[in-house]
């Protein structure tokens, strides 16, 4: 299952977010979107977590939780259309 994950702090890295839903199961991904022009993070990423009840067990635990000073959004990501 592929997630959304929003409202990151600027200062977070791949690294970090990795970590933090490493704790929920087997992580397949890891993705921060970043400007194409400054290189610097938008704010948001994806992870793509390798079994749907883990990566449901994430959602449910991490939204509304904060990281580095910031409440996370954390939901499944939808299919872009």
Known sequence: MN???GNLSYNVRESDL???MQ???AVAS???IKDRNT???KG????????????R????????TE???RALIVKEALPKD
């Not at 948001?44 to 990566?55: P, S, V």
Request: charge should be negative.
């Open 18 to 20: 990795q970590r933090v």
């Open 44 to 55: 948001f990423g994806f992870c793509e977590m390798e079994r749907d009840e883990d990566a």
């Open 57 to 64: 067990k994430a959602i449910e635990k991490l939204n509304g």
């Open 30 to 32: 890891v993705r921060i």
């Open 39 to 41: 290189g610097r993070s």
């Open 3 to 5: 997630i959304y994950i």
């Open 67 to 69: 990281l580095s000073g």
């Open 23 to 25: 704790e929920y199961g």
